[in-house]
């Protein structure tokens, strides 16, 4: 999967606060919400947010924190925008 | 009666002691334990009890994660083990995806902000790090997993 790293080795708080304070498009999803074929973790509600065509969301790593993702979006960011 | 570990980063070596401590604690208790891990987690518990006398099954973490949030599988008593931020996000998960009632196993140098953060889960922490002993002291003060599943 192509993706690029935008906050590193972070509390999922500071994650989740990056995602709500840079990008306008947030959407709030439960724990366990699938998302390319990933269950997500976190501290529910769980902002994701869709910038043009990209998916903006958490992920936490066991050993490393979380982390904030870009990751094209495909088909993602309709099932997102179709849920609101 | 089932019960889910959720283990992290086996970087603390309490980790994989309090888990087999708790297992066998549960086990005369008649549960049947389940240890859900990444790969490193996974490994010290199974070089620890080749025989599987104390956890049963092993999963990887995040087909775990998928099958609770699928409703594919519960339990009734789920131990998470933290000593990180990450091990929060796991607790805050697992309450949201099963039906378990929650114990945050919370250890290492600073647990304080972690207990804290532990809401109203079940809590057994101590400030440990290589030395069991202090969390084994806390896991003793329950006199029965069971009684929690009633």
Known sequence: MNYEILLPNSSFKECADYIKKNFKEIYFVPAGYKIFDNYLVGVPPIPIAVDNDDIIMPYVKPCHGCFVLRIPGKEEVGVLRKAK | MKA???MGCPE???????ALYIANKLNKEGFEVTSAGNKAAISLLLNSDPEKHYIKKVMDLDRCIGALAEKTIDFDLCFVFIHSDSGISYLATIKSISKA????VIFGKEIEPLIEASGDSIIIAAKAVHNPTPLRAQ????????????
């Open chain 2, 4 to 6: 889910l570990f959720m």
């Open chain 2, 12 to 18: 603390l070596p309490v980790q994989t002691a309090a």
């Open chain 2, 101 to 104: 009632k929650t114990i945050a």
């Open chain 2, 139 to 150: 896991i003793d003060g329950v006199k029965s997993w069971a009684a929690l599943t009633r």
